[in-house]
């Protein structure tokens, strides 16, 4: 009886250790660091709620700050065990068509008037890329010249296209751009 109980203690004592050498191997030992952050030319730290994390040369910040700094919806799905980060969608800013055809014309009106002739064609467009939705106009100048106006509906950020000169890259011009000026 002695002799069991011995054993049975041994095997306790056995399982006990064992689920503490799986513990430890599971655990990850990382440092705290004061990197300083800087992202589209800002820095990023001021925006971070969680500790910035450094752990086998790499550094970790939080999904959910990253989301925040960016203006991104964040969501745990837990039946699928997933994490979906998009664009916020706040309402729609810019719900008709008339609204941004006035707009858009304004726009090109006041940025290439030198260009607008009696032959200037207006082109109203719409489109959506993935969760955004688009109004633009396009203006077609003498000379195969164009300007593409397109504002978003839910951000009422405003890209302007100029193919006069194909090199240069689209200019976006911020809502509260538009505000100041």
């Not at 990382?30 to 550094?59: C, E, F, Q, W």
């Not at 919806?73 to 800013?93: F, V």
Request: charged content about 30%; glycine content about 4%.
């Amino acid at each position: 009886m002695k002799k069991r109980k011995i054993c049975i203690s041994v095997m306790i004592m056995m399982v006990i250790g064992v689920t503490v050498l799986a513990a430890a191997e599971n655990k990850i030992e990382a440092n705290i660091v004061n990197y300083m952050i800087v992202a589209d030319d800002a820095p990023m730290n001021d925006y971070l709620g969680d500790p910035i994390i450094s752990y086998k040369d790499r550094t970790y910040v939080s999904l959910r700050d990253y989301a925040n700094y960016y203006d991104k919806d964040i969501e745990w799905d837990e039946e699928l065990e997933m994490i979906t980060m998009q664009d916020k969608r706040g309402e729609i800013i810019i719900n008709d068509e008339k609204t941004a055809e006035t707009i858009c014309k304004a726009i090109i009106q006041e940025h290439y008037a030198d260009r607008i002739t009696d032959k200037t064609i207006y082109l109203m467009r719409e489109y959506s890329t993935g969760r955004n939705a688009y109004f633009g106009i396009k203006a077609e100048f003498e000379f195969s010249e164009s300007v593409i106006v397109d504002i978003s509906c839910y951000t009422g950020e405003i890209t302007i296209k100029d193919y006069k000169d194909n090199n240069q890259d689209p200019h976006k011009i911020l809502p509260r751009e538009r505000a100041d000026n």
